[in-house]
């Protein structure tokens, strides 16, 4: 002991513990709770921050309709609270406010866009609300470029029919007002809150800051790189989309691969085409799908296709894209909801099985393959929009994991495509160039060079959606033959038929 | 005016005090560390006698080491202690003075437990910590009390081996006595514990075996609460005894053969309502240090003391049922229903210093005699102010109740300044004249 004590005043060490009191004692346990119980409390705020940042909670839906129409797919951003990743859209309450903070630029909102809404949703079909980085995000899903409407006329309402391409979505006009008004200086968090509150949206504190001291600025910041990303296709010297068609893939190469679009041909950059049905996937394996047939396997297509609704490899929901795959793997196309003359739909048949189902029906003998451009001779610009260097640079996306794609491939030409489903899927041909099966079976010189796209009322004669009446033109988008990327050439397969046996291929291609 | 009243003397069974003014128990840290006693203290009594007190009730004294509230308090644990309370007896003697030796434990209430005690925690009915400083402490076992009912006898034989006039049971003020009488305190599931007559054994079984160790003939008085006002200080502790239990206690006390009944309030000492008066938190903030590391909760009440933003907390606490009571006389009324139902004399004490006031409660039966401590402390001579008719003398105690807080650290006496003119050094020299024997002093206070 006193050696010991030697030691340690050698040591310099003069001030040791040597005897306690039972308050010593008790202190020394109090003190530990004085430590520990901030330290508890600390952590448990530490922990709740973390959860609260890192939480990533999509609103579930049980039912696969519903699931299809408004779950996430994973295309709200994600990743780390410090750098984000994924998403086209802004958080929640600034998409959902966006119209009232800049009207001017949108009067009609979302549904004049060709947005669907449903009543007793806030959000419109195509759209997902999921809780990442601690806030409600929103993104798009399948169902927004894949929900299309049908009227029989005028007056009546809407039929909403999923899987159908969204014809009557201005998909262009709809980033581009998201664009403008969150880089308006009316877009403020305060702005935000303020009509969030007109709305009845209620805006927790933790929200408020995150908004008011983050969120807004990051923001801006974003839509700016996103803007300087893509700027390049969304030129005024640049064709425009028009509703029912995206450009697949030119945003893909700015967005996924950070190109320099700057730096490729000015041709290359326009590829509008329509958007697909969704329908009857099972099929179609194997096939050569996208309008170019780059692919032949539905998952790869399907991956690919949420890459472009702002998905990415870090934010991507498997589990939902497997619910959506397994329900469009058999989901039937939609029955034509109008009459029709059976007994034309008897000759049609006859018409159709000599003149189209080698290459358009289940089983025909070229069903799913590329027939060369030379040979089909549609508007190119489509094709020549994805290119070799693109389709080697998608196999580096999901590297080192199951969902790697393999099965991309450049073609020189376009997909022979089954038809089920046909009547719903206008205007025609991949870019939409031709507005009714009546005129893709004309000869190109007399199918129309200038037609109204985007109005929903069916035209049952032509087959497609009226496209020439005082409604149509005061509503639709004016879509022009001539512009680059939107020639209505090619694909002469039935326009020699006579028009009465015309009128019966019709009536039998309205039961695909 | 006329205070003959004052002066009438009070005879008790075995003793005759010459007037009904008793300094009532006090001290400062007079004597040796190891409880031995010193010409200061004689010094101290000496002067109280000197002023004209008919009894001085002394310090609080120890009848073991494990029952002392602060180091440097002259103790009664020992045969060899005998002599020098001989000491002080004839010094108070000499004034025509009695002399009553407080016996007292302080139970768990140690404001300052020494190294003696340093590695263990108080004796006490109970387990659970004093409620002001979170004192540590144990339920005592049987023979532990037994034990200590015996230190108390002993106590009385030594006071009365040493020629002093009889004995005081300190059963109030939440020492030990009170620990075992308080329902506030008191949790025991033993003989010792439950109801009042249970709780009340343990004053019982000492004044029992005091009598049986000193007999019938040597004066017996116990100092006990009429209430405990538990929940004085905070609301959220227990209330404690009732005046009605108070009562019956002191019935009790008087078939066990007390000779007196002290009458005081409070469970825990200092209590909201006594000493009567103030309690200063800038002298807490000075002097409550040295007690610091006593209790669990020492550094709660400093931070509470030190830090002037935080001083409303605690002086809301303090002063929440001051309001209800006087500084003068202020356990006056539970000490006439005391009065009431005991045939014994009746001592009260807590805030007497007008002979206007004590006149009145003498004569409509309130008490017997007064016990005035801080007063006296200011004014050694209060008695013959009263003698010469005066009812307050020039400079009166301002019960700031300095001097208690004092206590813990320095050397006792009066520290209100302004009864100094605002002089320090004139303040510190009256408090210094205690170190110097009778027949040096030359005080303002005599």
């Not at chain 1, 290119?387 to 590297?399: G, R």
Request: proline share 6%.
């Amino acid at each position: 002991m006193a050696d010991e004590m030697i030691i340690r005043t050698k040591q310099g060490n003069l001030v040791d513990d040597i005897q306690t009191s039972p308050v010593d004692d008790y202190q020394r346990k109090f003190r530990l709770l004085l430590i520990l119980i901030p330290s508890l409390i600390l952590v448990m705020i530490a922990l709740y921050l973390i959860w609260y940042f890192t939480s990533d909670r999509p609103l579930e839906h049980a039912d696969i309709h519903e699931h299809f129409k408004y779950g996430s797919i994973g295309s709200e951003p994600g990743g780390s609270i410090f750098t984000p990743v994924g998403g086209v859209l802004p958080p929640y309450l600034v998409f959902k406010t966006l119209p009232a903070v800049c009207p001017d630029k949108l009067p009609g909102g979302y549904a004049s866009l060709g947005l669907v809404y449903e009543p007793g949703h806030d959000l419109p079909i195509g759209i997902s609300r999921r809780r990442r980085l601690g806030i409600d995000q929103v993104g798009l899903n399948c169902a927004v470029c894949h929900t299309g409407t049908v009227r029989a006329s005028a007056g009546a309402q809407p039929t909403i029919v999923l899987g159908m391409p969204a014809h009557q979505l201005d998909l262009e006009r709809f980033f581009e007002f998201v664009t403008a008004c969150t880089l308006d200086d009316r877009l403020t968090a305060d702005n935000v809150f303020m009509k969030a509150k007109e709305m009845g949206e209620p805006v927790s504190w933790m929200q408020r800051l995150i908004y008011k001291f983050v969120l807004i600025r990051r923001l801006k910041e974003q839509i700016v790189q996103g803007q300087n990303r893509t700027g390049p296709l969304f030129r005024d010297s640049m064709p425009r989309w028009g509703p029912g068609r995206v450009d697949t893939f030119n945003p893909y190469k700015a967005i996924q691969f950070n190109w320099n679009l700057n730096q490729l041909p000015h041709d290359e950059l326009i590829g509008a085409a329509d958007f697909p049905s969704l329908w009857n996937q099972k099929p179609r394996e194997g096939m050569h799908l996208h309008w170019d047939g780059n692919n032949t396997s539905v998952d790869e297509r399907n991956l690919s296709a949420s890459l472009g609704a702002g998905v990415t490899p870090v934010t991507v929901d498997h589990p939902s894209l497997q619910r959506i795959h397994d329900w469009i793997w058999t989901l039937p196309p939609p029955k034509y909801p109008f009459p029709i003359d059976q007994q034309r739909v008897a000759r049609g048949e006859t018409i159709y099985n000599q003149h189209c189902a080698e290459c358009h029906a289940f089983g025909g003998g070229k069903t799913g393959t590329v027939e060369s451009l030379s040979q089909i001779n549609t508007d190119p610009f489509r094709l020549n929009s994805y290119t070799y260097v693109f389709a080697s640079t998608q196999a580096a996306l999901y590297p080192e994991s199951p969902y790697q794609f393999t099965h991309f491939a450049k073609t020189d030409g376009y997909a022979r495509q089954p038809l089920d489903g046909i009547w719903a899927r206008a205007p025609y041909l991949h870019n939409g160039s031709v507005p009714t099966l009546w005129d893709l079976l004309r000869d190109p010189q007399q199918r129309p060079t200038r037609f109204i796209r985007g109005y929903d009322v069916y035209d049952q004669k032509r087959a497609g959606f009226v496209y020439d009446t005082p409604e149509s033109k005061s509503s639709g988008f004016l879509y022009d033959t001539a512009v680059p990327g939107n020639g209505n050439g090619g694909h002469l397969y039935g326009t020699k038929l006579s028009d009465d046996q015309k009128m019966d291929l019709i009536e039998y291609m309205k039961t695909l | 005016m006329d205070n003959g009243l004052i002066f009438q003397p009070l005879k008790f069974r075995n003793l005759t005090v010459k007037n009904r003014l008793f300094r009532s128990s006090i001290s400062g840290r007079w004597d040796n560390y190891d409880g031995s006693g010193t010409q200061t203290r004689i010094n101290w009594e000496e002067s109280f006698a000197r002023g004209g007190v008919g009894a001085i009730i002394s310090s609080f004294v120890p009848v073991h080491i494990r029952g002392r509230i602060l180091p440097n308090y002259a103790m009664i644990d020992s045969d060899d202690k005998i002599p020098f309370w001989r000491k002080v007896g004839e010094a108070v003697h000499r004034h025509d003075c009695k002399y009553i030796l407080q016996l007292s434990h302080s139970g768990r209430q140690r404001d300052n437990p020494g190294v003696e005690n340093f590695k263990e925690k108080a004796l006490s009915s109970t387990s659970r910590s004093d409620t002001f400083h979170g004192l540590l402490c144990d339920a005592m076992t049987i023979p532990q009390i037994q034990d200590t009912i015996r230190h108390f006898a002993n106590g009385a034989r030594r006071a009365r081996e040493a020629g002093l006039d009889g004995v005081e049971l300190h059963a109030s003020h939440g020492y030990l006595i009170t620990q075992f009488l308080s329902s506030a305190i008191n949790d025991r599931t033993d003989q010792y514990g439950g109801s009042l007559r249970n709780r009340s054994a343990f004053l019982l079984e000492i004044i029992q075996a005091i009598r049986k160790e000193v007999g019938n003939d040597f004066h017996l008085q116990a100092k006990l609460n009429a209430v405990d006002f538990g929940d004085a200080l905070y609301p959220w502790e227990k209330k404690g005894n009732t005046l009605e239990e108070g009562i019956q206690v002191a019935k009790w006390a008087e078939e066990a053969g007390v000779d007196a009944i002290h009458v005081s309030i409070g469970n825990i000492f200092p209590h909201p309502l006594l000493p009567s008066g103030g309690f200063p938190p800038d002298e807490l903030n000075w002097w409550y240090g040295t007690m610091i590391s006593s209790g669990v909760r020492g550094y709660l009440n400093y931070t509470m003391f030190h830090f002037k933003i935080l001083r409303p907390i605690f002086t809301f606490f303090w002063g929440r049922t001051k309001k209800d009571h006087p500084v003068e006389a202020v356990s006056s009324e539970y000490s006439k229903e005391i009065k009431k139902n005991v045939t014994v004399p009746i001592i009260n004490t807590g805030g007497y210093q007008d002979a206007s006031v004590i006149r009145r409660v003498i004569a409509e039966g309130y008490t017997d005699a007064v016990s005035i401590a801080r007063p006296l402390i200011a004014n050694r001579s209060l008695p013959q102010v009263f003698a010469s008719g005066g009812d307050l003398p020039d400079k009166p105690c301002s019960f700031c109740n300095r001097c208690l807080v004092n206590a813990v650290a320095n050397p006792l006496g009066c520290y209100d300044v302004r009864r100094f003119g605002g002089d320090h050094d004139a303040m510190v020299a009256e408090i210094m004249t205690v170190f110097r024997p009778s027949q040096f002093q030359v005080s303002a206070g005599d």
